[in-house]
């Protein structure tokens, strides 16, 4: 039987897992968005695609 300090340790420890993948998430997302920025303006050869996003406020369509 598990006693409650060591239930209350895998719970956090699975919390902490659970943000780690949570942030990992994020940035894969992040990091796919800005790629997809970056490659819209190298083939206009402007940065008008980065301008845009920027006033849009980040906001997805």
Same mark, same amino acid.
């Given at each position: 039987?598990?006693?409650?300090i060591?239930?209350?340790?895998?719970a956090?420890?699975?919390?902490?897992?659970? *943000? *780690?993948?949570g942030f990992q998430?994020?940035?894969?997302?992040?990091?796919?968005? *800005?790629?997809?920025?970056?490659?819209?303006?190298v083939?206009?050869?402007?940065?008008a695609?980065?301008?845009? =996003?920027? =006033?849009?406020?980040?906001?997805? =369509?």
């Amino acid at each position: 039987m598990i006693d409650p300090i060591n239930y209350l340790l895998i719970a956090i420890t699975a919390c902490c897992f659970g *943000l *780690l993948v949570g942030f990992q998430v994020t940035h894969i997302y992040y990091c796919r968005k *800005l790629t997809k920025l970056a490659k819209r303006s190298v083939n206009t050869g402007t940065i008008a695609p980065i301008l845009v =996003e920027l =006033e849009a406020g980040g906001q997805s =369509e």
